[in-house]
């Protein structure tokens, strides 16, 4: 195999990889449809806001918690 081969073998298994990871990374969170179907909700509203809640230790994130629009919305730092 020439080198020009081996190096688009290598590209190939770097993108395996990678999505690999990325599945991983995706399926570890419990509610990912659920936080993308309210980020999608800023179509109509302009805007949307999730909070990352991070696993034991900080390795990856577990679940993307929706954050209420009033909160972005109100006048002053108690709604007044």
Known sequence: MG???RGVADRHG?????GGFL???Y??????REAVAFLASATFRGFA???????EGGRGIVR???VEQWFWCRS???GE
């Open 3 to 5: 080198r020009e081969a």
């Open 14 to 18: 770097a993108r395996l990889r990678a």
């Open 23 to 25: 599945r991983d990374q």
């Open 27 to 32: 399926d570890r969170v419990e509610n990912l």
């Open 49 to 55: 806001h999730v909070e990352k809640h991070y696993a």
């Open 64 to 66: 993307l918690e929706p």
């Open 76 to 78: 002053g730092m108690f």
